[in-house]
């Protein structure tokens, strides 16, 4: 007999971005600029250290030190992991699973409800306000709920949308979620855009926890490491559940040394930020609706023509964005990485070419 999978799983669509081959790739988000060349040999050096022979720190204890002193705590409040989508996977492992619900507000990065799903969760869906910003009487909905969620996400700048959630409605949410026992989990996987950060709300009081990732800012999408900041007694939790030796040694040693380069990681962010502004500008200008960002994306919609049309017509040009029709309510909506000025003027020659 053929094997079969778990009934749920076998019902499921996988996650995944269109991988074409295209002049401009401007639809997953990732930074338009290598790190420093610096970093990259410094990294090839020290590469010829590691014990191949031996099994990787199982507490990362040098990354994590180094975490903790970017962010101002103690290691003891850092857990890092194979892209923050792995750290997302390991809370959900140990906080949610069968038998428990896990929150979220519409619309918002697919990966927090998928995954939920694959370690048996039930997702609870609320939706955001009108302009995609945190609608509080929908948080409360769900967090007031006789059977409350045991985690609730918020994604902020939140993708697909940009958004940045304001520091008082997260602290309200966080308030409603200490109330009934819930996790909130924020995740800011493009936490460095934005104007202000939930890493400052982190106590061991609280039941919160952030991540971060340097796919984005820290320009390494190809080593998958992504960490979180939260109490030190969820941080131990995390560590029970996640696979023994999860983080390699090159892993390890390529997030240190970055965390060496943080002056050339916020020139990066401040171009990209001043990027964002003029590339909005411009689509202001074009016949599409557009939404503020406090991300490395921005979320457009053409307004007279079909959105899924207008990608089509971008990709014949070379061009490649994201469709995010498949998001509840983005019927029609795209969303474009910012790119190098001059990806970001293919792109805009190619949009106004197509609507003009």
Request: charged share 25%; with cysteine; proline share 7%.
């Amino acid at each position: 007999m053929t094997p079969t999978p778990r009934a749920d799983v076998a019902l499921m669509d996988g996650y995944h971005s269109p991988q074409l081959e295209v002049a401009v790739r401007l639809n997953t988000n990732e930074s338009p600029e290598p790190p420093p060349a610096a970093w990259v040999d410094e990294l090839a050096r020290a590469a010829r250290t590691i014990a191949w022979n031996r099994y990787p720190d199982r507490d990362a204890t040098e990354l994590r030190a180094a975490i903790a002193r970017l962010h101002g705590v103690d290691p003891g409040q850092v857990f890092p992991a194979n892209g923050s989508n792995e750290v997302l996977q390991t809370v959900l492992l140990a906080y949610a699973g069968a038998g428990r619900r896990v929150a979220v507000w519409e619309p918002t990065y697919a990966l927090h409800g998928h995954i939920a799903r694959l370690v048996g969760s039930t997702v609870v869906e609320g939706e955001r306000g009108p302009d995609f910003s945190l609608d509080l009487a929908e948080v409360r909905r769900l967090l007031d709920d006789p059977d409350p969620p045991s985690v609730a996400f918020l994604c902020s700048p939140n993708n697909p949308t940009g958004v940045v959630d304001s520091p008082d409605a997260v602290r309200e949410v966080l308030a409603l979620a200490r109330a009934r026992g819930c996790l909130l989990v924020v995740d800011e996987a493009y936490g460095q855009f934005a104007p202000w950060s939930a890493l400052e709300l982190v106590a061991d009081d609280q039941p919160l926890v952030v991540t971060r990732t340097f796919s984005k800012t820290w320009s390494m999408a190809a080593g998958r490491l992504g960490y979180l900041v939260g109490p030190a007694a969820v941080v131990e939790q995390l560590f029970k559940v996640v696979l023994p030796y999860h983080l390699d040694s090159f892993k390890q040693l390529a997030g240190r040394l970055a965390l060496e380069y943080v002056d050339e990681m916020e020139a990066r962010v401040s171009h990209l930020v001043e990027e964002r502004g003029r590339l909005v500008a411009a689509l202001g200008e074009l016949p599409v609706e557009v939404w503020p960002s406090g991300a490395n994306f921005v979320l457009f919609r053409p307004i007279e023509r079909d959105g899924r049309a207008v990608w089509e017509a971008l990709v014949e040009r070379s061009v490649l964005v994201r469709d995010c029709s498949s998001w509840p309510r983005l019927e029609g909506c795209l969303r474009v990485t910012i790119g190098t000025t001059e990806e970001d003027d293919a792109f805009l020659t190619a949009l106004t070419e197509i609507l003009t």
